[in-house]
């Protein structure tokens, strides 16, 4: 398993996100976590497309782009093209999921596939071997300083059982109340990614923090 730190710019100081992102170049990060909200797939609006291209003019660590989205493979160009390194869609607004990871890897980027607390891992059993990461929601996809949902210590577990048992290279991340006791469970479950927005940001030394996550 990898260990790899994701702070989610949601929880960043958006009147001051330059030095947010400086802090994350200058961290122990590994991907920058953009989720970005359409009002319609999920209930709230984040941020596009401007602030992925202007971020990755200064990011120094790749982009990690969360599309909670209706019709993702609208925008998925777009996406590659302002910096996306990763592009990760919604199983649950994917009709056609084995074209639209083909279509991401077709452009250059990492396809990833989310699920959200309800989605059983078992959904994945047809489409695992062609993705590069798996994102799966410890809380209900929309806003940030949410509360973790224990199921899914199971989730991560099934799913990396999943992984191993096809001898695959495929990551699997985590997003959603993120914090030291609930990352080292994840680690210990197998998780390779923790995606952490209020954790890092609400601290009085998010570097150190990211730092601390890393080495749970
Ligand atoms: C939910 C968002 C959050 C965010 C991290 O749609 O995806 O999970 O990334 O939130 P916290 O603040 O719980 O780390
Ligand atoms: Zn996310």
New binding site residues.
Partial sequence: MKRIIAP?I?AADFNHLGRDIEMINNSEAGYI???VMDGVFVPNISFGLPVIEHVNKIARKPLDV?L?IVNPDALIPSFVNAGASIV?VHYEACAHLHRTVQYIKKLGAKASV?LNPHTPVSVLENIITEVDMV?L?SVN?GFGGQSFIENTYKKVAQLRELIDRNKLECLIEV??GVNYETGKNLFDNGADVL?A?SFVFSSVNPAETIRNLKNL
């Fill in positions: 989610s949601l976590h953009f989720d969360h909670m990760t989310c994102l929601m996809p997003d959603g995606v927005g």
